[in-house]
């Protein structure tokens, strides 16, 4: 546990978490109460189906972009221009095709209207995503940090005055929540450019196929990923919508949505432990620096955080629940409690997927994305239509379960190391101290909001007590930095 990723990721976390907490239980929460169940259902479906094709707008020249402005102090200078002017290239491919499948697979033409809205709004957060690619990468964390909750402050300004401000008098539309992205995306952009400008040279963008083919051609596996790794995660509430029957489809994909809206929430922390690591790990690796030391910590810090918010969500699930929403069922508790779970192996893959991706272990991660994509699939289309939304749950579950077990048998056979059984033994003892505890005190007779927070406290201590960190560890690697700082 070194100084530079500790002390960045703390920043980084606690911005997050005055933030995202606000935007997701205060406005994200509001807002699908406010439509209805059926209409986000809808929204959720389009915006689903505007990320899986995402991968066009990257073409993994994000990530391939951050690997490589972390290991090379020239290659942000050299490239830029090129790959501005690829990235508008690419978001013209994009609509074509994001218009052409809507058409294909049958969306109205109010659909089609509010799909083009949303493409729009998934070009401008992917542009986005690639300016703060080249702050990261530039070891510029904290700058990083800021930008990442920028959109959503204005979001929760611009929603919070439509949703209780009275400047209406008509109730809140799910087209005014888009609207309202758009303009936080566009501000966001108009802070960070100047940013990254400031350590490049201005170039008019230009037309460059051979450069375009280069990047491409070099990007291609990262590409290649991230749509593999689109389809697995997000088809399955497109799935729900498209598989059922019209509004059996809308509402099971709303229950669906309605849960995996608080994972994806709750997957954001594990995001950001690979925004920090990607340009760590790379950085390392290139310096041929011992890795193994910052992927424990790492791996330790993922799994107490999964198990945390997997348990806490499935003894106190029915409170939860209610408290967002005065609508839930037994059905979409089951949902939620499912999804949550899911946390655990997806949070981790966070870790070592940004690992092997640092290594340019693409083809094996292409791999194993690829048969993922295959079995979730398979799932979905034999489970959904007996289980519903259920069903899309236990389809996603065992997808990461698949994928987490892949990726660190990969990493084991790539170290040659073997897992210390004194570690694993640590992890079990502290699941089984964790499970026991936390429905012991679910079953207290005090307010579960107390009792919630006295889980939590209980779960941190037990994460102590069973050695997975170590106060003086801490205070050890609080002085020792691995990089050096460039802001």
């Known amino acids: 546990m070194h100084r530079k990723f500790l ?20 406005i994200d929460r509001t807002v699908q109460n406010v439509v209805g ?28 972009n951050n690997k490589n402005v972390a290991s090379s102090s020239s290659f942000l200078p050299t490239n830029f221009s090129g790959i501005f002017s690829l990235k508008i290239l690419l978001a013209f491919v994009y609509f074509v095709v994001v218009f052409v499948i809507g058409l294909i697979v049958g969306y109205s033409r109010s659909v089609l209207g509010m799909l083009m809205w949303m493409a729009f709004n998934q070009f401008l957060s992917c542009f986005i995503l ?39 008098e008509k109730p809140f539309q799910i087209e005014w929540f888009i609207a309202c992205q758009t303009f936080a995306y566009l501000l966001t952009i108009a802070i960070a450019l100047p940013i990254v400008l400031k350590k490049v ?27 593999l790794t ?28 309605s849960a ?17 690591l990607l340009p760590l790990f790379a950085h390392l690796l290139q310096k041929k620096e011992n890795v193994l030391p910052l992927i424990k910590t790492a791996f330790s810090l993922m ?11 499935w003894f106190f699930a029915p409170e939860l629940m209610n408290f967002l929403s005065k609508h839930q069922t037994n059905i979409s508790i089951l949902v939620f409690k499912l999804l949550m779970i899911v946390i655990v192996p997806l949070s981790a893959t966070y870790i070592f997927g940004t690992l092997l991706t640092a290594m340019g272990e693409m083809k094996k991660l292409n791999i194993i994305a690829a048969i993922a994509v295959s079995l979730n699939f398979s799932l979905n289309f034999l489970l959904i239509p007996h289980f519903k939304a259920v069903g ?63 889980a939590v406290s209980c779960i941190g201590l037990i994460s102590f007590a069973v050695q997975l960190f170590s106060v003086k560890e801490l205070k050890k690697n609080l002085k020792k930095d691995i990089v050096p700082t460039e802001e």
């Open 260 to 276: 995996f809206r608080l994972l994806d929430a709750a997957t954001m922390i594990a995001y950001l432990f690979s925004v920090i």
């Open 392 to 454: 899309a749950a236990l389809a996603s579950l065992c997808t990461q379960l698949f994928l987490i077990i892949a990726e660190v048998l990969i990493v084991k056979r790539l170290f040659k190391q073997h897992i210390p059984w004194k570690y694993l033994l640590q992890l079990f003892l502290f699941v089984g101290l964790t499970i026991i505890s936390t429905y012991g005190i679910s079953l207290l007779h005090w307010n579960w909001k107390i009792n919630c927070m006295l």
């Open 37 to 64: 169940g059926q209409v986000y259902g809808l929204y959720f479906a389009i915006f689903n189906f505007t990320v899986i094709f995402n991968t066009i707008l990257d073409f993994g020249i994000n990530n391939f």
């Open 130 to 168: 690639y300016l703060r690619s080249n702050v990261s990468g530039l070891l510029m964390f904290k700058t990083d940090s800021i930008l990442s909750v920028i959109d959503r402050v204005v979001m929760i300004v611009c929603c919070g005055i439509l949703l209780w401000g009275g400047v209406t």
């Open 201 to 227: 040279k201005l170039h008019f963008p230009t037309w460059s196929p051979s450069l375009f083919k280069k990047i491409l051609w070099q990007s291609l596996p990262f590409a290649l990923l991230a749509l």
């Open 7 to 26: 002390t960045n990721l703390f920043f980084l976390l606690g911005l997050n978490l005055i933030v995202k907490p606000f935007w997701i239980f205060g």
């Open 303 to 313: 799994f107490v955080y999964g198990i945390l918010v997997a348990t806490i969500s």
């Open 230 to 257: 689109s389809l697995h995660n997000r088809t399955d509430a497109v799935l729900l919508e498209r598989i059922l029957p019209a509004n059996s489809g809308e509402i099971q994909s709303g229950i669906y949505a």
